[in-house]
């Protein structure tokens, strides 16, 4: 079986701050916890699509209010 490696985009301080923003507005209106379970489950996945190419705010936003997670390989 063949396995495709995709270049990752580079995770910097102005990212995390943006990925904590979704992270925190998320959580507020599921009311979770970020250190829960779920918030750990989703900052993973919205790290994930980062990785994957997707930088756009609001499509990460998006990705995470949709519950769409990447499958770990």
Avoid at 16 to 37: A, M, N, T
Avoid at 39 to 57: C, H, M, P
Wanted: proline share 3%; with cysteine.
């Amino acid at each position: 079986m063949w396995k495709t490696d995709w270049p990752k985009s580079p995770v910097t301080s102005d990212t995390i701050v943006v990925l904590h923003r979704i992270l925190r507005d998320w959580c507020d209106e599921g009311g979770h916890l970020i250190g829960s379970q779920e918030g750990g489950r989703t900052a993973k996945s919205l790290i994930n699509w980062y990785e994957f190419g997707v930088t756009d705010e609001e499509e990460l936003a998006r990705l995470i209010r949709d519950d769409i997670i990447i499958a770990e390989a």
